[in-house]
């Protein structure tokens, strides 16, 4: 897709520089066996200048998520483009550990590290969803879901302060208290 077709896919959203190109974008995705929906951000322009969704019905098992990732993917122009960055959130189950306690990454399984909080978030994404998204999109960061939220903490919490935090979703909840 040229930088001209790229401006028409996006001239709904707002003004786009005639200068957009592939390179100055990073796509972050977020998948979950109800939802898959991304937006693309512009470096150039510090803004979000693009908002995708798919909304999932009758995904009952990893094949069928890859099956549907497969053919988003085959059909949506935007997720084909070579973005400066990738980052990939799943969502599943995860364990909270203190910062002492840290895994490294491996095949099967993600650690990742939560500096501000001394926590490391641990979770295990199935390994045929983890491979489908390894050949989709070269080179993405594959990160749990509920770090964006983790990660934007320090800027409520205050020293000897005790908050709940709650993340409700459509078939789960996460509680923490600090």
């Given at each position: 897709m040229v930088s001209a077709q790229i401006k028409n896919a996006f001239i709904s959203i707002g003004e786009v520089h005639s200068t957009l190109l592939p390179a100055s974008l990073v796509l972050?995705?977020?998948i979950s066996t109800q939802h898959i929906r991304y937006f693309v951000q512009s470096t150039l322009h510090n803004q979000i200048i693009f908002f995708g969704e798919y909304t999932l019905h009758h995904v009952e098992?990893?094949?069928?998520?890859?099956?549907?990732?497969d053919k988003i993917f085959a059909k949506d122009d935007i997720l084909q483009l070579p973005f400066s960055k990738t980052c990939i959130g799943l969502d599943g189950p995860?364990?909270?550990l203190p910062g002492s306690l840290s895994f490294p990454s491996n095949a099967l399984g993600f650690s990742q590290s939560i500096k501000h909080l001394d926590i490391n978030l641990v979770f295990e994404p199935d390994v045929d969803i983890v491979r489908k998204l390894r050949s989709l999109f070269e080179a993405?960061?594959?990160?749990?879901?509920s770090s964006s939220l983790l990660n934007c903490f320090p800027?409520?919490?205050?020293?000897?302060q005790q908050k709940l935090f709650a993340n409700i979703?459509?078939?789960?909840?996460?509680?923490?208290?600090?």
């Open positions: 972050k995705v977020g098992s990893t094949g069928d998520l890859c099956q549907r990732l995860y364990s909270l993405a960061d594959i990160v749990h879901i800027a409520f919490i205050e020293k000897e979703g459509q078939n789960h909840f996460d509680i923490i208290m600090f």
